[in-house]
């Protein structure tokens, strides 16, 4: 009777046993499953980023935490000089084609401080690239290597090379004309379309006791014309931005408060479809000449008076002669007809 017992214990542990070993099997077969399912992810994913290094055409090399090469694109085997035997290599053993100094070194630094780093480089048929340098970082964020990319920059670097000389010669133009314009001697106030002042040579400074800066950006009539003058002023502007060219007399109002009258010359400058976008006037300061013809004119109005009075004088003069005579040859011959008168008795 007990050893019926301890068989039937024995067969219920071994159930249990077999239901355990029943239980660990299904869930090795779904943990398989799941390892299977994982790694053909694991497959696909590496596919893609195989798939995608080559699609995207650019120069990439990933390196360890080690600075050794883990892999690189198809288009970074010529650029650096690289071969498919070069994974496992330290970067510092492989001479790229491209003029970069101390690659390792700036390989250590982007490691060691975690920071990007961007170089412009030329390979040596002098073609630019711009060789970046980014931590290659983990799912725990930390640094385990380095991705270095290349990109090509030649039309963008030839361009700005371009762009930047032709601004540089722009500014030496402009300088130049600056200068040219300073040196005539003649104001220059050139004004945008709304008549802001937009250019005020040193001449104009000079002659209206302002600066560029002080004057920058108003209108002429508002900045340098007397009260009186302003809304001529004004028209006058107007009317500049249709004809070719005007000839004028302004008075501008100096800082001082004292008063220039200029000669001046008036043009727009057009764009090909026509309207002005600048007004330019130029002109001298006649202020003294203007000065010297007023005197003249009163020193020949002064002459005209005193020629007049001068021959009123000498017709009166002339008269009062005129009339002495005649009274002294009267008594002559008055004197002369009696002694006749005298000698005849």
């Known amino acids: ?32 499953e799941e390892l299977q399912n994982r790694n053909a992810e694991l497959g696909q994913m590496a596919n893609d980023l195989s798939n995608l290094l080559v699609g995207v055409n650019l120069p990439i090399v990933m390196l360890g935490g080690d600075r050794r090469i883990r892999r690189f694109t198809p288009a970074a085997q010529g650029l650096l000089n690289l071969i498919p035997g070069d ?9 790229p084609n491209i003029e970069v100094d101390n690659l390792e070194a700036l390989v250590a630094e982007v490691i060691g401080k975690g920071d990007t780093l961007e170089r412009d480089v030329q390979d040596r048929k002098g073609h630019w690239y711009s060789l970046r340098l980014r931590p290659y970082k983990t799912a725990e964020n ?16 030839r361009s700005f090379d371009q762009i930047q000389q032709s601004h540089t010669e722009a500014v030496a133009e402009r300088d130049l004309s600056s200068t040219l314009l300073d040196m005539t001697g003649a104001l220059v106030v050139v004004r945008d379309a709304a008549g802001r002042i937009v250019g005020f040579n040193h001449a104009a400074e000079e002659i209206s006791g302002y600066s560029f800066n002080e004057v920058k950006g108003k209108t002429l009539w508002s900045a340098l014309t007397p009260p009186e003058e302003r809304d001529h002023a004004k028209a006058s502007f107007e009317a500049s931005r249709e004809d070719v060219t005007k000839n004028h007399e302004t008075t501008w109002l100096r800082k001082d408060g004292a008063r220039r009258v200029l000669l001046c010359s008036t043009f727009a400058r057009r764009d090909p479809a026509g309207p002005a976008n600048h007004v330019v006037t130029t002109g001298l300061d006649i202020t003294q000449r203007k000065l010297a013809e007023d005197a003249l004119r009163d020193s020949e109005q002064q002459l005209r ?18 009339r002495d005579l005649h009274d002294d040859l009267n008594q002559r011959m008055g004197m002369l007809a009696i002694e006749v008168q005298m000698l005849e008795r």
């Not at 640094?143 to 963008?156: M, N, R």
């Open 142 to 157: 930390k640094t385990d290597g380095v991705l270095i990319a290349l990109l090509d920059i030649d039309v963008l670097k």
């Open 1 to 32: 009777m007990s050893t019926n017992e301890e068989l039937q214990s024995t067969n219920e542990e071994l159930e249990t046993a077999k239901e355990e070993l029943q239980s660990s099997n299904e869930e090795l077969t779904t943990l398989n």
């Open 87 to 95: 994974i496992g290599r330290p970067i510092g053993n492989i001479k």
């Open 305 to 322: 008076a005193l020629t007049a009075s001068l021959y009123t004088a000498q017709e009166d003069e002339r008269k009062r002669v005129a």
